[in-house]
Each structure stands twice: as C-alpha cells, then as structure tokens.
C-alpha cells in the first residue's frame, strides 16, 4: 500500500518546505503545517477497521534482499494507536510551537526538527522490518538530541542533549545486536513473521540473550531505572519539544518495543522478573522524586517516569487485564501529559516562572488555560469519568489478578503520587488569591491553549464514550497478545478490591497534595542523595571515557611515523600469524627453483644493502643502500623471467633516490633519533615480519584457489592480441589498465622529479 509508505515519509518532505513557509508566514506557518499531521490523523484512523479485521494494510520493497532486509511497513492495531496519537498530538504541538516561539530567531529550525522526529517516530511505529525499525529508532535519537538542544548557547542544554543521545544511542546499539540475534532465532527479520514464531524464540539458546540486549533498548529510551535521569534533564528543551517527547513520542518508544515484542519474548519468567522489578523500581522513583520538585515541568517529567515504570510493569505482567489496563492509560497519559505539559509552557510564557511553590491564582487571568489543566489534572489524578479512571482500573485489577501485593502497594503509592503532581499542576497554581509574579500574566495567544483545551477534553470524552475508546484500543490489544480479544471498557465496574486501592490512592495522594510543602522541604534532603545518583554516576563515566579516549589519542595518535609503522606491522603479524597458526600443517619449504651462484650472490647483495641502511649514519649512505636493495629485487625479476616488472623496479628505485637526494639538502642536519635498544627492538621486529611474509609467499605457493590462466593467454595471444610475445600482449592488452596506471604512476614521479629539479636549477624558493 503506498499510501502507507507516503504517510510516513512525508513529514520529511514537508521539512524541506518549512524555510518558505515560515519566511511567508513567520509564526503562523504552525498552523499551515499542522495539516499535514491533521490529515495523517484521519488517515491512520481510517485504517482501523482494516487492522481491526485481522487484514492490516502493509507496504513491502526489497531493500538488501540478500540480507533479508526489507523497506516494510505494516498497519496493525499497536502500529495505528501510536500512529494516531504521534500524528494528532503533533498537529497541536505545531500549532503551539508557532506562539510558543514567536519571535524566535530559529523558529523555523524547530518547526523542521519537529517534522523529522514526527516522521521518525512514525517510522518506528509502522515499521515491520527490525533493521528498518532500527534506522528509524535511531533517527529519534538523532532529532530528539537538536531538539532537545535546540537553545545550544546554554551549557545544560548541550549536556542534556548530549545525556540523552549518549544513554538512548548507547541502547540503541545494544538492540541492535539484540535484533540481529533475534533474526537469526528466527530465520527472519520481518516482524510480522517473528510475532508467530514465539515459541521457537523462547526455546532458543538465543533467547536470553536477545531478551537482555532488547531490555537494554528499551528502558533506556523509556528511562527506566538506573537510566532515568535523562529524562528530567532533557527539560531544558523548550516546552513544546517536552510536550510531544513526553505525551506519545520518545519515551514511549520502549514501551511500544516491548508491547511489539511481548508474542515473541514474553511470557517466560526471565521476562516477568526483569519487567516487573525495573517497572517498580522506576515507578517509585519517578513518583518520589516528582514530589519534591517545584519546576512544573520537572514535576511531570518525574510523574512521566513512574507513569512509564507503570506501563512497564504491566507488560511484565502480562494477563489479558494487564495488556488493557497498559494501553488504556498509556493513550489517557499521553493526553493529559501532552495537555499539562502544554499549560505549564503557557504559565511560564506568561508569567515568567515555572515555580509551582510561588504560583498561585492564575485562574482568573488564564481562564482557558486554567480551564485545560483542571481537566487533566482530573484525568491524572484518576477520577471519573475519565479514560485515565478506566486504564487505573484495568491496572490495579492486573496487579491484584497476579497476587503480587508488593507491586499493588507499589502502585498504590505511585497513583497517590500522580493524584498529587495533578493536584499542584492543575488546581493550587490557579486557585486561591493571585501571587506575584515575574511578567503580568494575561491568556496565553489561542495557539497556545487550544492544544491542551483539546486533549484535556478529549480525554474526558474517551471516559464517557468508553465503547469508542474501546474500538480504538482493542486491535492494539490484540497485537500484543498475538490472538483476537475482546476489550470492553466501562466506567463502573462496582464496588470491588480495585475500586477500594483507586480510593486508597486518592486518599493518600489528597493528603501529599494538602502536605506538599513539608515534603518539599524533606525532600532537600533527597536532592543531597541524588547529587549521588545516576545522573553524578553519568558524569564520572563520561569523565572516565574522556580520559581513556585522551590517553589512547596519545599512544595511537603519538605524531611519530615509526610508530604508526610498528601499530601496522605489528596488527599485521599478529593476524597473520594466528591465520597461519591455526591454519595447520606447515608448507613443504622446498623450492623447484635451484639456487644458482647469481641468485646466491643477489641475495646477499640483497641483506646486505638492508643491513647497512639500518647501520649507516649518514643519509646519502642509506639511501644508497636501499637502492641496492631495490636494485637486488630487480635483478631477480630478471633471472625468473619478469623484465617489465625489473624495468619497473629499477625506474622506481632510481626516481626515489633522485627524488631523497633532492630533499635531503633541505633536511636539518642529521641526528640519532633513536637509541641502541629502540634499534635492536625494531630490528627484530623488522626480521620476525621479514620472516613471516617469507613464510606467507611460500604458503602462497601451495594455495591453489582457482586453475591456472596461463594456458588461457598461451592460446590466446595470436588470435585476440595479435601478439606472439605473450607478456608484451599480456601488459598491452589483457591487462592494460593496469599497465595504464602503472605507467601514470610513473609519469607522475617523473614529473615530481622534473619539477623540483627545475625550483632548484632556477634558484626560486618553493611557494
């Protein structure tokens, strides 16, 4: 289906056009490219009742075909969810771009970067080919790093750019080899073939593996815990950037992977564990830490986090209950985050401050931004009727289902804390007597506040509209448990143990709310503890690299040519050597060739013109004696039969000589640069690689890959050279492209030599 392929790889072709519009439409030109993902929307949703009747739209085209990979996308129910919520929330975050930066002297970058992270993340949703997956997996990371940097002057914009490329990159690469050794467990790459092989995946001695490098990918793009202090940093992004990575983008990317991944490596105990353990553990810290803050956009970073441990957890789960209660929250998150995210932006692009501990009042002078976080506040903090209630519902229920209390007391004080973030973000900033503040605060532009007016209140519809929100989820239900299930959403459920932890969870998350100052003031504390954490733990190993990288440079990279000789000669006998050593028995060190007298006497002619070179103290010598030696091969070439090779080497030699002599009259005077023991080291080495390309060149001999082709210019030479000389119609004929570049080579020197002759005659110092 082309259109399919279209509609990924056109928020990249739109990019290209964004530097007309905005120089057409400055601000405004949001607004105008917002079309395209408002258009995209409707069309990923009007493949849903395909991907509903088990018949997905695809799009295959062989891209290596030899290595199995293919260009291939396909529709399915996980793929649309995403798709949708990727292309309908980045249709407001254009839009709210546009009044976010008005003014800004790079607006028009960050209307490109965003287009390209939507495509990406597109890509990453519909793609099902695990190399093409891949490519578009790191293509996130890659926009996310300028869109997260996009304010480059700043120093923490740099390092928090830099934080998320280095954790999600380094992940990403470990998946990689995860999927490469999953497409061999699988004989296949594409994933719609993978997704039916579980079994003989989970049999695999492959398999655990695939399951640890796979991990790797994931939670570090979903900033599961120990990886999840990038994801606070990467605050320093301008509000929009944090509204799309947060709501249904990036940081969801891992747990789509998972959810993509769940038929094939789910369901064993290695994955219950590791998803469970990490999802907790994430949880309770993103939701402890998300108490402690006062910026409002590290409050929902930190609450994001816990949110991901939760979807996390509930994979690792894995029940029918636990698979709905994960995507119904994970769309009702993605709502209400990108909303409140949004309002946070608008707050401190009205008055001057993000600090939620000063904030008070707004309500009156923000009357529709106020009026957009209360309903998502509503929608985090887990009430009816909104789809956030249902998707708790479905959680707690999963969690109780399983009988592991210590992840429902885990969840329990997660949501508390969800309904205490909701509470500071969407109630006390607007309610009560209004506080000073850095800028007089007015209503945000309505570019700003149709965005969040739109998802808070859609969030809200889905919860009334449970049967709507039912269709939309069920084929992504279906993909992740790889069968046909029916999802039935309600908004009550009656009184049951779920109903009672929901309530629990309130209850506690009221009391954190109405106690928020004191645990900010515990909470210092913490931050103490966290100057310890992951975050300073990042640092030192990127100090450490750093200084490994340095100290390498110095030895590698030392400025002095013997060295780099020695690195090369040295890799070279090295792997040489272990080929030869495991290679077997030996060469018979028999020549057919006699030694004569003349050959004798041109050899030690030979090793005598080297031993010198390396003796003799003065250049002239040396030079001297390496063309002795040259000379010495070449008059070999002659007694075997080969006068254009000797030709060749004797114009070589004699160019050279001519060309050091030139050279040396320009050098310092000259001076032992070298001591005795370096002299004996490198002589040594110079003999063991002597000896070994002796030993090669006699293995040589003995290898007979192909037959011989001399019988082939023997019979030839006449009738298609027209030649009996067979070497003469060998270098003029069957070769002579070779003898071309021989003889240009040649030329070439010859030219170097006349050329520094005639500075030098002419008396004229080089330029």
């Known amino acids: ?436 503040a850095p800028k007089k605060a007015h209503e945000a532009p309505v570019s700003m506040w149709i965005g969040p007016v739109w998802l808070a209140v859609k969030g809200a519809l889905l919860g009334l509209m449970a049967g709507k929100a039912a269709a939309f989820v069920a084929p992504a239900v279906s993909s992740v448990l790889g069968r046909p299930e029916e999802v039935r959403l309600v908004l009550w459920l009656g009184v049951n143990a779920a109903l009672g932890l929901s309530t629990l969870s309130i209850a506690l998350g009221a009391a954190a709310y109405m106690g928020w100052d004191g645990l900010r003031t515990a909470g210092r504390l913490g931050d103490t503890i966290l100057k310890w954490g992951p975050d300073r733990l990042y640092d030192l190993l990127l100090d450490a690299f750093t200084a490994f990288a340095r100290g390498q440079t110095r030895v590698v990279q030392s400025g002095y040519l013997r060295y780099y000789l020695l690195a090369v000669v040295l890799s070279v006998m090295a792997l040489a050597g272990h080929s030869l050593y495991t290679r077997g028995e030996p060469p018979v060190m028999v020549s057919s060739v006699p030694v004569t007298p003349y050959s004798a006497a041109v050899a030690l002619m030979i090793i005598a013109s080297a031993v010198a070179a390396v003796l003799l103290d003065t250049r002239l010598g040396a030079i001297a004696a390496l063309g002795g030696a040259g000379g010495g091969v070449a008059l070999i070439y002659v007694m075997y039969g080969a006068p254009d090779l000797a030709m060749t080497q004797f114009l070589v030699e004699t160019l050279t000589i001519i060309l050091f002599m030139l050279i040396i009259f320009k050098l310092p005077r000259f001076a032992r640069l070298s001591r005795p023991w370096s002299r004996v080291r490198d002589g040594l080495i110079s003999l063991a690689a002597g000896s070994m390309m002796a030993y090669l060149a006699l293995v040589a001999l003995h290898v007979d890959l192909h037959p011989p082709i001399s019988s082939y210019f023997a019979e030839n030479s006449v009738s298609a050279g027209f030649g009996r000389n067979v070497v003469n119609v060998i270098l003029v004929d069957f070769r002579a492209l070779d003898t071309l570049g021989e003889i240009s080579v040649l030329g070439l020197a010859g030219l170097g030599v006349y050329a520094v002759l005639k500075l030098r005659l002419s008396g004229r110092k080089a330029p």
Request: hydrophobic fraction near 55%; aromatic fraction near 10%; charge should be positive.
């Open 1 to 436: 289906m082309t259109a399919l392929v279209l509609a990924v790889l056109s928020p990249f072709l739109l990019a290209g056009l964004v530097p007309w519009a905005h120089a057409g439409l400055k601000h405004r030109a949001g607004w105008l490219l917002a079309v395209l993902p408002a258009i995209l929307t409707a069309f990923f949703g009007s493949l849903m009742p395909l991907a509903a009747s088990g018949a997905p739209a695809s799009f295959r085209m062989p891209w290596m075909d030899s290595a199995g990979v293919m260009f291939s996308f396909r529709a399915d129910g996980l793929a649309l969810l995403f798709a949708v919520l990727i292309s309908g929330i980045g249709t407001f975050i254009l839009i709210y771009a546009g009044g976010y930066l008005k003014g800004h002297p790079h607006q028009g970058r960050m209307f490109v970067f965003l287009l390209l992270f939507m495509g990406s993340m597109l890509g990453v949703v519909l793609s099902d080919n695990l190399i093409t997956l891949f490519v578009f997996w790191e293509l996130t990371s890659l926009t996310s790093y300028l869109l997260i940097g996009f304010n480059h002057e700043q120093e923490r914009s740099r390092r928090a750019a830099l934080q998320a490329l280095v954790v999600t990159g380094t992940g990403g690469l470990a998946m990689l080899a995860g999927f490469l050794l999953l497409g061999m467990a699988a004989g296949s790459m594409e994933l719609s073939d993978i997704v039916g092989r579980g079994d003989q995946i989970r049999s695999a001695a492959l398999y655990l593996p695939v399951l640890i490098l796979v991990l790797l990918g994931a939670f570090t793009k979903s900033a599961q815990f120990p990886f999840h202090h990038w994801l606070p940093n990467a605050m320093e992004a301008p509000t929009p950037v944090s509204a799309y990575l947060h709501s249904a983008t990036m940081v969801k990317a891992g747990v789509f992977l998972l959810a993509r991944l769940s038929p094939v490596l789910g369901g064993t105990p290695e994955w219950k564990a590791s998803l469970t353990v990490f999802g907790a553990a994430t949880m309770l810290a993103g939701g402890t830490l998300a108490l402690v803050k006062t910026d409002l956009k590290q409050l929902l970073a930190y609450s994001t986090v816990a949110s991901l441990g939760f979807m996390v957890m509930l994979l690792g789960i894995g029940s029918p209950y636990a698979v709905k209660g994960c995507l119904v929250f994970l769309t009702a998150h993605a709502l209400y985050k990108g909303a409140l995210f949004m309002v946070a932006g608008a707050v401190d692009h009205e008055t001057g401050t993000r600090d939620a501990s000063v904030l008070r009042g707004l309500r009156s002078v923000m009357p529709f931004t106020a009026f957009a976080a209360s309903l998502a506040g509503l929608a985090m903090a887990g009430l009816g009727p909104w789809l956030s209630f249902i998707g708790k519902e479905l959680a707690l229920e999963a969690v109780l289902g399983g009988g592991n209390l210590w992840l429902a007391a885990v969840a329990v004080l997660t949501s508390a804390s969800f309904v205490a973030v909701a509470g500071v973000t969407g109630l006390r900033i607007f309610a009560g007597p209004r506080s000073a």
